[in-house]
């Protein structure tokens, strides 16, 4: 009798226990849809993470928390790019980017940026792109599982504090109704795109690391004004006359300016490394992105629901994104690219270059690292260091694999991270 008694307590704890965190992963979806669609996606920070507090096993809590602090991460270094005017000197530069005029919002006062600041904002999106990571790291391998309508999404991407029609982004992502408003956008974040997430906020942070890594003060203080135009470097103290004017050769004072620096700035790339500890860090997040691929992809294999999946396996035919075939050999491909690229960043395998015969050994760039020279690098002189004789990856394997991704590999790159 005082056994069965056990049991049925023990029963009746594990429902009420369920039904808690049933209620907390709804509330994390609550908040998670609330804040995401007024606008104020940094408010749901400390609600997601006291709601992840009051319950260890609450992995949508985790989940959203990872989510916000990545969205978080970007609002505030759109902000700040906005406050300095990032891109906003003429009507010329876009051109450089392959981009239209309206394709990039202006500010048409902006403040004045210094070297250290812009170093600062660095600085600030890799801690706050490390803070989502550690966030979805608590997600571990536990079932989680976020259902969103990201078509209502909207952020206050120029930091004024409100929230208008300019910043609905989710419009931009959606398709829309005879009447132009935006259709239900909706995905079904799950554990697996804790993962991919994950990865993504490391591959973001190598990038940042490997510039931040570097003094690229040469290049700040000769070009920089080229995409902020209140720049404060030895430039702009000294360039003389009005945007309004032109020059001798009947060109718009400002876009020639504009050209003259984009050309100065790949002149003047011969960064020398200023902190070693952070150039082995983007070998070290390099290396973990590869390892979370591997994670996603062993999670989606394992799945078995069919929810609107941001991901989805071989098997699975409710992707939100319908223009990408998932189908096993592609993923399989995808998983051989990595494996390739691990065995590069180990030095295990060489990096071919068009002017040797030899490889490069990428690992001894990260060990013995030298001024990065853009158009060395592209020419030859600055490979010479690291140049060896040993197993490359041959351009007739590269062509094998990327073909299984009919000719749109980059695409598929940039979705599977």
């Known amino acids: 009798m005082k056994k069965l008694i056990s049991l049925v307590m023990a029963a009746s704890f594990a429902c009420f226990a369920f039904s808690a965190a049933a209620r907390a992963d709804n509330a994390a979806t609550e908040l998670f849809q609330k804040y995401l669609a007024n606008g104020r996606i940094g408010e749901a920070d400390e609600q997601l993470l006291a709601l992840a507090a009051k319950a260890t096993n609450n992995a949508d809590a985790q989940l959203g928390l990872g989510l916000v602090r990545t969205a978080r991460a970007f609002e505030k270094l759109a902000q700040s790019l906005f406050k300095h005017g990032f891109g906003s000197k003429s009507d010329g530069y876009e051109l450089y980017l392959g981009l239209g005029a309206s394709q990039i919002a202006r500010n048409g006062n902006p403040e004045p940026i210094t070297y250290e600041q812009f170093r600062g904002i660095l600085a600030t999106f890799i801690a706050d792109l490390d803070s989502a990571d550690k966030a979805l790291a608590a997600v571990g391998d536990k079932p989680a599982k976020l259902k969103v309508d990201l078509s209502v999404a909207r952020f206050d991407w120029n930091g004024d504090g409100k929230v208008g029609p300019e910043d609905h982004i989710g419009r931009a992502i959606s398709d829309t109704n005879e009447n132009g408003d935006p259709l239900p956008f909706i995905v079904g974040f799950d554990t697996a795109d804790a993962k991919w997430l994950q990865g993504y906020d490391n591959l973001l942070m190598a990038v940042a690391k490997?510039?931040?890594?570097?003094?690229?003060?040469?290049s700040w203080n000769s070009s920089f004004s080229v995409v902020f135009p209140r720049a404060v470097s030895t430039m702009s103290a000294v360039n003389g006359r009005g945007a309004d004017e032109y020059t001798m050769f009947g060109v718009n004072k400002a876009q020639a300016d504009d050209l003259a620096d984009f050309i100065t700035l790949i002149h003047t790339v011969r960064w020398p490394v200023a902190d070693t500890a952070m150039w082995s860090d983007v070998r070290i997040h390099l290396k973990k992105v590869i390892a979370l691929n591997r994670e996603t992809w062993a999670l989606i294999d394992k799945e078995t629901d069919d929810d609107h999946e941001w991901l989805p396996g071989p098997k699975q035919k409710s992707g939100v994104l319908p223009s990408f075939n998932v189908t096993q050999e592609r993923i399989q491909a995808w998983l051989a690219v990595l494996s390739q690229f691990e065995?590069?960043?180990?030095?295990?395998?060489?990096?071919?270059?068009?002017?040797?015969?030899?490889?490069?050994?990428?690992?001894?760039?990260?060990?013995d690292p030298k001024p990065f020279d853009f158009i060395l690098w592209l020419t030859g002189p600055a490979a010479v260091p690291y140049l060896e004789d040993g197993p490359a990856m041959s351009s007739g394997e590269w062509n094998q694999i990327t073909a299984i991704f009919e000719g749109n590999f980059a695409s598929y790159a940039f979705y599977f991270n």
């Open 343 to 367: 065995a590069a960043l180990d030095g295990k395998i060489l990096i071919p270059h068009w002017r040797f015969d030899k490889g490069i050994n990428l690992a001894k760039v990260f060990d």
């Open 210 to 218: 490997a510039w931040l890594s570097h003094d690229f003060s040469e």
